[in-house]
């Protein structure tokens, strides 16, 4: 049986992973993989998440299974956390999965069940797994134009163009937030001209929320989320709690699909469905530390406070590297850098001038120019603005 296997193609991030270790060169910096990082390369454990962790060491009394949808109090923390009351509780049906990555692919299985030859839209570019994802289960998919490689920001004439192509059932797939791997977001207006369009069209919007609280804030964050959901009767909404929470290897995330009160059960119990075939019952414990913080005023004060400060650090890098780039290069030409939002930018560099980075200046970044700035500090951004003015980008 084995025989008839065939290699897989190569994680292109997992490669630059070991690159990057294999590379003996000191001053080398890893720009590649999309983990959040403080100045000293950690991805540190939060101060709320020890703390949370300590009183459930203390307090915990079982392991045994959690529900086939995770606890009920952590799918209503992550529902008032994504949505903040937004829609009536009797039109969330919402379970608790491995990840954000979890809750994509559920939510990719759930469409498929629902409705078999239903195309999933999707920006272009977008997050790879969502790719490799549909691929996998079969599924239709359609790109639209969403980065103008000029100006580094969203085409939007080009993405409502291509979405005029939507049929009544489609699933367009938004992130809701910093957008990975550009960096670059919609603003409410726009917002509110995609949900018009998804009205007129019957289309379905899904929603990718991973970095909720990294761009502007958590509240402004989710304000298209939150706009969407108000205003659509049907909207799948994938978070994931591993960057705002730091808990990347507790696997916690949350699938909320919001439908017409009168088909809520049946929805809920899919989910339970889908859950029980692919992984039975969600780990529960990053999701348990996550509820213990949303729901003590102490706890969820402290998290939000070092939130607060993770992003605006990535805020004041951006700032430095462009003002280094405007100061050395004598124009405005990387003003986008401190438009984008969330750990990533996408530099608009070829990949040969991505390859010389890695060559003559040990800079690692993904092949596409995505960029992760948690990866830099306040000694490494000039490092790497004369090396992307050296490599001609």
Not at 18 to 23: M, N, S
Not at 347 to 367: C, D, F, K, N, W
Request: aromatic content about 6%.
């Amino acid at each position: 049986m084995f025989a008839n296997l065939k290699p897989q193609p190569a994680d292109k991030i997992l490669q630059l992973i070991g690159q990057f270790k294999a590379d003996p060169r000191a001053d080398k910096i890893d720009l590649g993989v999309g983990v959040y990082k403080d100045a000293t390369g950690l991805t540190p454990v939060m101060r709320a998440v020890k703390a949370a962790e300590k009183q459930l060491w203390e307090t915990e009394k079982t392991k045994a299974y959690t529900g086939l949808a995770g606890e009920p109090e952590y799918n209503a923390a992550m529902a008032e956390l994504v949505l903040a009351g937004t829609v009536g509780a009797d039109r969330i049906a919402s379970v608790a999965t491995p990840g954000g990555t979890g809750a994509c692919r559920q939510a990719f299985e759930l469409v498929r069940l629902a409705n078999p030859g239903a195309a999933v839209w999707v920006s272009d570019p977008t997050w790879p797994n969502h790719l490799t994802i549909l691929n996998y289960l079969g599924m239709q998919m359609r790109p639209y134009r969403y980065f103008d490689a000029e100006t580094r920001g969203v085409d939007f004439a080009a993405m409502m163009e291509d979405l005029a192509g939507v049929q009544a059932g489609d699933v367009v797939l938004l992130h809701g937030c910093c957008h990975n791997p550009t960096g670059a977001n919609l603003t409410l207006p726009e917002w509110q001209a995609v949900a018009e369009l998804l009205e007129r069209t019957g289309a379905i919007p899904m929603i990718d929320i991973a970095y909720q609280g990294f761009g502007d804030g958590l509240d402004a964050d989710a304000a298209g989320v939150r706009l969407i959901a108000g205003r659509l009767p049907e909207v799948l909404i994938a978070a994931s709690c591993s960057k705002n929470f730091g808990i990347y290897r507790e696997r916690t995330g949350a699938l909320i699909a919001l439908s017409d009160p009168a088909r809520r059960e049946v929805t809920q119990g899919t989910l339970a469905f889908l859950n029980r075939q692919n992984y039975s019952f969600p780990p529960d414990h990053g999701a348990r530390l996550v509820t213990m913080i949303l729901s003590d005023p102490a706890l969820r004060a402290d998290w939000q406070a070092e939130l607060e400060e993770v992003r605006l650090g990535m805020l004041a890098l951006r700032e430095q590297l462009a003002q280094e780039l405007r100061a050395l290069s004598g124009s405005d030409r990387f003003g986008f850098i401190a438009q984008h939002r969330g750990m990533f930018s996408r530099l608009g560099a070829s990949p040969e001038q991505v390859e010389r980075l890695r060559t003559e200046h040990g800079i690692y970044m993904v092949g596409d120019s995505r960029l992760n700035i948690a990866g830099l500090n306040t000694k490494t951004v000039p490092i790497l603005a004369r090396a992307i003015l050296a490599v001609g980008i």
